[in-house]
């Protein structure tokens, strides 16, 4: 295995090339191989954002996000979560996109930030979407302080089951990995190459779909395929984790969260619940949005930004010279 901060790769192709910046492992819980990239402004960094992926989503993805980041101004540390992107998978099936519970995502986070944060300048913003929302949310709840303001896409603090209850799904998905059977799909599997863009629920933008699409057959290691059933308990247990949590409450932080207007996959009222308990906590609905809110077309990206750039003046003010 690789130490520590030892030179990881960037999947760079013509339609998406990897911005400036540099890949490392680093030593995750339980000593899991896990990536994680740096990507510098051009000029002199007015502060940092973390960046968490959702659930199957590589550091790639985000390359037109990082550079959104870096002409901002700000340094952007992204990663990939133990059991995605080139980090270490926990399953034999690589496909399966699997989970072993809240506490050791969270182990990941706290080592990620410590290989870097030697070269985070200060204040530090944290942008997460969807799982990586949710696990942004729930690093706040546990106690993380270092972080000047949050900003949060479709954030998975409620997942939509249909007409399933939480309880219900809980009470499964414990069964199953009580019986040894935690590592099967908890839905039909389905390989992202056999995915289309007609249909899908994430974005309303086909090329933005299908350049990700192209990432992957540049990379096939890349792909995540469906959630198993412990993927959902740890999802139902962070859900339940930060809705329970006290320090929400009382969190000194902007806090502002971003929802989907045609939302299929995370619970909006849930998001919104959490946003309205943190004092300096708001949430909005990009209208028409689909999930992906930072993937969508880019008049519903623009109104994330625009959140974004209002709290980003305000705890990291831009440089005089600096549009």
């Given at each position: 295995m690789n130490g520590a901060n030892a030179p990881a790769p960037l999947i760079s192709i013509p339609e998406a090339p990897a911005p400036e910046g540099v890949a490392e492992w680093f030593t995750g819980e339980g000593g899991a191989r896990l990536r994680?990239?740096?990507?510098?402004?051009?000029?002199?960094?007015?502060?940092s954002v973390i960046l968490s992926p959702g659930r199957s989503e590589p550091i790639e993805k985000y390359f037109e996000v990082v550079r959104d980041l870096t002409s901002r101004g700000f340094v952007a540390l992204v990663?990939?979560?133990h059991g995605q992107g080139l980090s270490a998978r926990m399953l034999k099936d690589p496909l399966a996109g699997h989970a072993h519970d809240w506490k050791s995502f969270l182990g990941d986070y706290r080592r990620m930030i410590a290989a870097f944060e030697a070269r985070l300048p200060r204040?530090?913003?944290?942008?997460?979407?969807?799982m990586g929302g949710g696990l942004t949310a729930l690093a706040l709840a546990e106690g993380e302080d270092r972080f000047a303001a949050a900003v949060l896409s479709a954030?998975?603090?409620?997942?939509?089951?249909?007409?399933v209850t939480p309880r219900a799904a809980g009470a499964l998905a414990g069964f199953m990995r009580l019986i040894g059977r935690g590592g099967e799909y908890a839905a039909p599997a389905i390989d992202p190459f056999d995915e289309s863009f007609d249909g899908n629920i994430?974005?309303?933008?086909?090329?933005?779909?299908?350049?990700?699409?192209?990432?992957?057959?540049?990379?096939?290691?890349?792909?995540?395929?469906?959630?198993t059933f412990g993927w959902l308990l740890f999802a139902l247990k962070l859900c339940a984790r930060v809705r329970r949590s006290r320090r929400i409450d009382r969190l000194p932080i902007p806090l502002v969260i971003a929802l989907a207007g045609q939302e299929r996959l995370c619970d909006n009222p849930a998001a919104a619940a959490v946003a309205a308990r943190a004092p300096h906590?708001?949430?909005?609905?990009?209208?028409?949005?689909?999930?992906?809110?930072?993937?969508?077309?880019?008049?519903r990206r623009a109104q994330f930004w625009a959140a974004f750039d209002a709290v980003a003046d305000r705890v990291a003010p831009r440089q005089a010279g600096r549009s």
């Amino acid at each position: 295995m690789n130490g520590a901060n030892a030179p990881a790769p960037l999947i760079s192709i013509p339609e998406a090339p990897a911005p400036e910046g540099v890949a490392e492992w680093f030593t995750g819980e339980g000593g899991a191989r896990l990536r994680e990239a740096l990507f510098p402004p051009p000029a002199a960094a007015r502060g940092s954002v973390i960046l968490s992926p959702g659930r199957s989503e590589p550091i790639e993805k985000y390359f037109e996000v990082v550079r959104d980041l870096t002409s901002r101004g700000f340094v952007a540390l992204v990663h990939d979560w133990h059991g995605q992107g080139l980090s270490a998978r926990m399953l034999k099936d690589p496909l399966a996109g699997h989970a072993h519970d809240w506490k050791s995502f969270l182990g990941d986070y706290r080592r990620m930030i410590a290989a870097f944060e030697a070269r985070l300048p200060r204040p530090w913003i944290a942008v997460g979407h969807s799982m990586g929302g949710g696990l942004t949310a729930l690093a706040l709840a546990e106690g993380e302080d270092r972080f000047a303001a949050a900003v949060l896409s479709a954030p998975m603090l409620g997942l939509n089951l249909g007409r399933v209850t939480p309880r219900a799904a809980g009470a499964l998905a414990g069964f199953m990995r009580l019986i040894g059977r935690g590592g099967e799909y908890a839905a039909p599997a389905i390989d992202p190459f056999d995915e289309s863009f007609d249909g899908n629920i994430l974005t309303h933008d086909a090329r933005r779909y299908e350049l990700f699409k192209a990432q992957l057959r540049a990379c096939p290691e890349l792909r995540i395929s469906g959630p198993t059933f412990g993927w959902l308990l740890f999802a139902l247990k962070l859900c339940a984790r930060v809705r329970r949590s006290r320090r929400i409450d009382r969190l000194p932080i902007p806090l502002v969260i971003a929802l989907a207007g045609q939302e299929r996959l995370c619970d909006n009222p849930a998001a919104a619940a959490v946003a309205a308990r943190a004092p300096h906590g708001r949430s909005f609905e990009i209208p028409g949005a689909f999930h992906e809110i930072l993937m969508e077309t880019d008049e519903r990206r623009a109104q994330f930004w625009a959140a974004f750039d209002a709290v980003a003046d305000r705890v990291a003010p831009r440089q005089a010279g600096r549009s």
